[in-house]
T-cell receptor, first 115, second 111 residues
Framework: GAVVSQHPSRVICKSGTSVKIECRSL??????MFWYRQFPKQSLMLMAT?????????EQGVEKDKFLINHASLTLSTLTVTSAHPEDSSFYIC???????????FGPGTRLTVL | EDKVVQSPLSLVVHEGDTVTLNCSYE??????LLWYKQEKKAPTFLFML????IEKKSGRLSSILDKKELFSILNITATQTGDSAVYLC???????????FGAGTRLTVKP
């Protein structure tokens, strides 16, 4: 058990467009989901914590109007990169925390390339 | 400020060698420490440690936590080329939802 899916796995878009990434916990409920960003050969940087039914908590330096997060249900969180620019190109990974445990299970990641 | 420091940052060994990866931390209200393995895509869970001195094992991998000295080690015995990956250590504090990751140790196992 504990499978997390992410869609799409890869997206290439033009500068100025918006991109939505979905993160789903397939076989468990997750009241909390996390969005990370990873640059090449670097560790994961937490962007925001998403709680079901409430507003996301953003890390310092992450623009909430640019990275819109919605946690609509116990199994789905979405990240929308609005008006994407080339500097937003990165590997975005979500994770879901199983209720009443500390273990986070990661999705396979989404590679975003903005031209 | 919470800190998680992993060492070494990179390591190259030959198949059959044993390696020890280190993770030290400074976290307010520590709750647990987790180890992940990251190959080409997202990290996969290895171990979660909450108590000092209790070794967790899975095949050739084992890990232990020392809450007094604020560190953990991940051991891999009889390494194989498939062990090549980045190994990430993360800590979870109380009253907080998120994990703080170390920079990772990039392990390369040569045939």
């Amino acid at each position: 058990g504990a499978v997390v899916s992410q869609h799409p796995s890869r997206v290439i878009c033009k500068s100025g467009t918006s991109v939505k990434i979905e993160c789903r916990s397939l076989d468990f409920q997750a009241t909390t989901m996390f969005w990370y960003r990873q640059f090449p050969k670097q560790s994961l940087m937490l962007m925001a914590t998403s709680n079901e039914g409430s507003k996301a908590t953003y890390e310092q330096g992450v623009e909430k109007d640019k990275f819109l997060i919605n946690h609509a249900s116990l199994t789905l969180s979405t990240l929308t990169v609005t008006s994407a620019h080339p500097e937003d190109s990165s590997f975005y990974i979500c994770s879901a925390r199983r209720v009443s445990t500390d273990t986070q299970y990661f999705g396979p990641g989404t590679r975003l390339t903005v031209l | 400020e919470d800190k998680v420091v992993q060492s070494p940052l990179s390591l190259v060994v030959h198949e059959g060698d044993t390696v020890t990866l280190n993770c030290s931390y400074e976290v307010t209200n520590f709750r647990s420490l987790l180890w992940y393995k990251q190959e080409k895509k997202a990290p996969t869970f290895l171990f979660m440690l909450t108590s000092s001195g209790i070794e967790k094992k899975s095949g050739r991998l084992s890990s232990i936590l020392d809450k007094k000295e604020l560190f953990s080690i991940l051991n891999i015995t009889a390494t194989q080329t498939g062990d090549s990956a980045v190994y990430l250590c993360a800590v979870v504090p109380y009253n907080n939802n998120d994990m703080r990751f170390g920079a990772g140790t990039r392990l390369t196992v040569k045939p």
